[in-house]
Antibody, heavy 121, light 107 residues
Framework: QVQLEQSGAEVKKPGASVKVSCKAS????????MHWVRQAPGQGLEWMGW????????KYSQKFQGRVIMTSDTSIRTVYMNLSSLTPDDTAIYSC??????????????WGQGTLVTVSS | DIQMTQSPSSLSASVGDRVTITCRAS??????LAWYQQKPGKVPKLLIY???TFQSGVPSRFSGSGSGTDFTLTISSLQPEDVATYHC?????????FGGGTKVEIK
């Protein structure tokens, strides 16, 4: 079955960067776009962007443009999300999520377990 | 960006009650609408896509309807295990956007 295994919790200081990984198994890794979604404590869901794991092509939310970089390593079936210039407002759970169908944007049918990133001085 | 507005933001109902959650899009999104269930401390789980199509394994007491700008998620008979926050999401066009969520509790 589809599984997305994310890296562990991180604590960062303001101004630092964080890199979260998402290792996929149970399906054709290069066949499905991967999205990243975050959720701040007590808040709603916020879309950050997507990556095509095959080509490495990306599209980012304008809110994160210039601060986020999503990459893919097909040899180890893993996608990464790097967020820089962190502020306390970036404290959130970051999740990778696979699209349900072989389309760029679609509903998200499989989610990683989430990675808590805490930004504090 | 397409804005998604959910209502109510929270509700409390008795076991066995029929529960309805609405989601309104700021522009026509055809049927490119998904519903997710998020239990406390967990990541979201896809319930319904294409406005009314069940994801595999979802109990039949859940149903979705609507098209264009107005959508509804209905739980026909609320069960204790349905305590969760429910989110709608449009995928008509990027950026994907979510509603603010509806927290469902048992009275």
């Amino acid at each position: 079955q589809v599984q997305l295994e994310q890296s562990g919790a991180e604590v960062k200081k303001p101004g630092a960067s964080v890199k979260v990984s998402c290792k996929a198994s149970g399906y054709t890794f290069t066949g499905y776009f991967m999205h990243w979604v975050r959720q701040a404590p007590g808040q709603g869901l916020e879309w950050m962007g997507w990556i095509n794991p095959d080509s490495g092509g990306t599209k980012y939310s304008q809110k994160f443009q210039g601060r986020v970089i999503m990459t893919s390593d097909t040899s180890i079936r893993t996608v990464y999300m790097n967020l820089s210039s962190l502020t306390p407002d970036d404290t959130a759970i970051y999740s990778c999520a696979r699209v349900r169908s072989r389309m760029v944007v679609a509903s998200l049918d499989s989610w990683g377990q989430g990675t808590l990133v805490t930004v504090s001085s | 960006d397409i804005q998604m507005t959910q209502s109510p933001s929270s509700l409390s109902a008795s076991v066995g009650d029929r529960v309805t959650i609405t989601c309104r899009a700021s522009q026509d999104i055809d049927n490119y609408l998904a519903w997710y269930q998020q239990k406390p401390g967990k990541v979201p789980k896809l319930l319904i896509y294409a406005a009314s199509t069940f994801q595999s394994g979802v109990p039949s007491r859940f149903s979705g309807s609507g098209s264009g700008t107005d959508f509804t998620l209905t739980i026909s008979s609320l069960q204790p295990e349905d305590v969760a926050t429910y989110h709608c999401q449009q995928y008509y066009i990027a950026p994907l956007t979510f509603g603010g969520g509806t927290k469902v509790e048992i009275k």
